[in-house]
């Protein structure tokens, strides 16, 4: 099983001077009065989960100032990111969800983890290393962006598609090499 080191996706002097490490944790030290210092894992283990959840997360993804989550009308795909906030270390007091109306949202305040994951989608090329993680993550983005048809009465035949806004997303983001 693959692992990632977290501290490695950041810039060495934003890590330096604003990343304190404890143990297996990184702790950002920059704080103010709206936020509270919360750790996230050091080291990561690249598993399915972990693979589905980033892909989930890069399409539908919520960003808004420290705030870090996922936007979607599907309960079940909340919970889903909420189990990988867990994983990376985010304490469930610190994970809000607002099931209210469509589209939900679910989200933790952490400025280091919302680097972590912006850092980690611009070298996805590097986490996902064969077919089988390629799968996983796929999974997590047409959950996110994708439509399933099953059946197409005019090619015969059943597809996926999944639906972006701009030619460069799909060229900078989504082309794994072998």
């Not at 399915?48 to 420290?66: A, H, P, Q, T, V």
Request: charged share 25%; aromatic share 12%; net charge positive.
């Amino acid at each position: 099983m693959k692992i990632i080191e977290l501290t490695k996706l950041l810039p060495q002097e934003y890590t330096k001077n604003f990343v304190k490490i404890e143990n297996n944790a990184l702790l950002l030290t920059t704080k103010n009065q709206y936020t509270s210092a919360k750790k996230i894992v050091r080291y990561l283990p690249v598993t399915s989960e972990i693979l589905y959840n980033l892909g989930l997360w890069f399409g539908d993804k919520y960003i808004r100032g420290n705030s870090v989550g996922l936007t979607n009308t599907e309960i079940v795909l909340l919970e889903s990111f909420k189990k990988f906030l867990k994983k990376v270390g985010v304490e469930d007091t610190d994970i809000k969800l607002f099931p209210q109306e469509k589209p939900y949202r679910i989200y933790t305040n952490s400025g280091l983890l919302k680097r972590i994951l912006l850092a980690l989608e611009e070298r996805i090329h590097c986490v996902i290393s064969d077919f089988e993680s390629l799968c996983h993550y796929l999974s997590g983005k047409i959950d996110a962006d994708g439509t399933i048809m099953p059946y197409n009465l005019r090619w015969k035949t059943g597809f996926i598609k999944i639906t972006y806004n701009s030619s460069e997303k799909i060229l900078k983001k989504d082309i794994i090499p072998f």
